[in-house]
T-cell receptor, first 110, second 114 residues
């Protein structure tokens, strides 16, 4: 069974804090990895792809450890607008279908 | 910025009725998908569509479901005889040829089956 597991959350942090989310995936053949964010009752929106070398986009840094089948997302200097559910998402190779984690809810407090 | 659109935003139907959910993918995209999210649960894959045929489908996508690309722009999901447990948010997504792994989602159709 293909599974993507995430920290259950919720995470409540003050503005300006650094917060990290973790995710593990069970299918070692997985090839592509993503973080999406989802606001309440809205569609998932692609935040960033995750590459083996790690990648950074402004305040967001994603890391992938293929040996441990582990993905992380770090948010620095968190803003009120970062409040959302963060979804760890894995593409299962040739199937192209995305497998979603259950998400981690983040609330940034003023 | 191009985006995926979906209609209607909310559909209420009686159990046993047929519904058609409509999507307009991003214009130069070639890969199309339907996902659903039952309230409070994970987003789940239903079906993928490429080159005018289904390329993958999940266990959820049984004989009651069908997809169609009737023209060059629309992509539809039909549920033939709706059940109470079909109540969910249905998301359409599309991806381009160059970056087929990066899927962009529409705003969803909330289906309520009474």
């Amino acid at each position: 069974r293909k599974e993507v597991e995430q920290d259950p959350g919720p995470f409540n942090v003050p503005e300006g804090a650094t917060v990290a989310f973790n995710c593990t995936y069970s299918n070692s053949a997985s090839q592509s990895f993503f973080w999406y964010r989802q606001d309440c009752r809205k569609e998932p929106k692609l935040l960033m792809s995750v590459y083996s070398s790690g990648n950074e986009d402004g305040r967001f840094t994603a890391q992938l450890n293929r040996a441990s089948q582990y993905i992380s997302l770090l948010i620095r200097d968190s803003k009120l607008s970062d409040s959302a559910t963060y979804l760890c998402v894995v593409n299962e190779g040739t199937a192209r279908q995305l497998t979603f984690g259950s998400g981690t809810q983040l609330t940034v407090l003023p | 910025e191009p985006e995926v659109t979906q209609t209607p935003s909310h559909q209420v139907t009686q159990m046993g009725q047929e519904v058609i959910l409509r999507c307009v993918p991003i214009s130069n995209h070639l890969y199309f998908y339907w996902y659903r999210q039952i309230l409070g649960q994970k987003v789940e894959f239903l079906v993928s569509f490429y080159n005018n045929e289904i390329s993958e489908k999940s266990e959820i996508f049984d004989d009651q479901f069908s997809v169609e690309r009737p023209d060059g722009s629309n992509f539809t999901l039909k549920i033939r005889s709706t059940k109470l447990e079909d109540s969910a948010m249905y998301f359409c997504a599309s991806a381009g040829l160059a970056s087929y792994n990066e899927q962009f989602f529409g705003p969803g159709t909330r289906l309520t089956v009474l």
